[in-house]
């Protein structure tokens, strides 16, 4: 079946601007999770959504960062006012935790902040 | 606090030779221990995870890892290197919450000469 998805696949924004990041997850998976993957921090835990419950935001670096999960599926990350540390792969997985806790990655957005 | 410490930012090693990456974590409750790969512009594959029972776990493409508790180590094995196996591998454990979210090593980069 089909994997994790998310679009653009590169992003490149000017310093100011306000971006937003697509994950379509794995269908009937309940969890979804964003990830950044930087050069100087490797990878590290943004938020995290499981079902109607309230999402776990205590990765966000700053409150320039939000996530919203519409109707249990599609997640739209939205990054205000990017900055040139916002430079990054945002990668989103979703997994079925109740199954187990394997997670299932996206290919990533490549962000660059000029 | 859960970490994982993988060292060795880079090993290299001959085709056909002997692969072993390593990885340590802590964790204060029964981890969920995880190696994934990760391809030049591509997201995270899982390879192999380790949850309760044998500690001897194999994986995709040849790889396996064992859980030694007593060493709180997890490394990464495979009898023959080919030169596909040339990527980034992560380690990752579980969080100690509900989310099951990841917290990652900062990977190792095998490098495989011909």
């Known amino acids: 079946g089909a994997g994790v998805s998310q679009s653009p696949s590169n992003k490149v924004t000017e310093k100011g601007k306000d971006v937003e990041l697509r994950c379509d997850p794995i269908?009937?998976?309940?969890?979804l999770y964003w990830y950044r993957q930087s050069l100087g921090q490797g990878l590290e835990f943004l938020i995290y959504?499981?079902?109607?419950?309230?999402?776990?935001k205590s990765g966000l670096p700053s409150d320039r960062f939000s996530a919203e999960r519409t109707g249990g599926s599609v997640s739209t990350l939205t990054i205000q006012r990017t900055q040139q540390e916002d430079s990054a792969v945002y990668l989103c997985?979703?997994?079925?935790?109740?199954?187990?806790?394997?997670?299932?990655f996206g290919p990533g957005t490549r962000l660059t902040v000029t | 606090a859960q970490s994982v410490t993988q060292l060795g930012s880079h090993v290299s090693v001959s085709e056909g030779a002997l692969v072993l990456l390593r990885c340590n974590y802590s964790?204060?409750?029964?981890?969920?221990l995880f190696w994934y790969v990760q391809y030049p512009n591509q997201g995270l594959q899982l390879l192999l995870k380790?949850?309760?029972?044998?500690?001897l776990v194999k994986g995709i493409n040849g790889f396996e890892a064992e859980f030694k508790k007593s060493e709180t180590s997890f490394h990464l094995t495979k009898p023959s290197a080919h030169m596909s196996d040339a990527a980034e591998y992560f380690c990752?454990?579980?969080?100690?919450?509900?989310?099951?979210?990841?917290?990652f090593g900062s990977g190792t980069r095998l490098l495989v000469r011909p």
């Open positions: 997985a979703s997994s079925f935790l109740r199954l187990s806790r394997e997670q299932y």
């Open positions: 269908s009937g998976h309940t969890a």
């Open positions: 959504f499981q079902g109607n419950s309230a999402p776990d």
């Open positions: 964790s204060s409750v029964p981890p969920y």
């Open positions: 380790y949850t309760t029972g044998a500690t």
């Open positions: 990752a454990v579980t969080g100690m919450d509900s989310s099951y979210k990841l917290i």
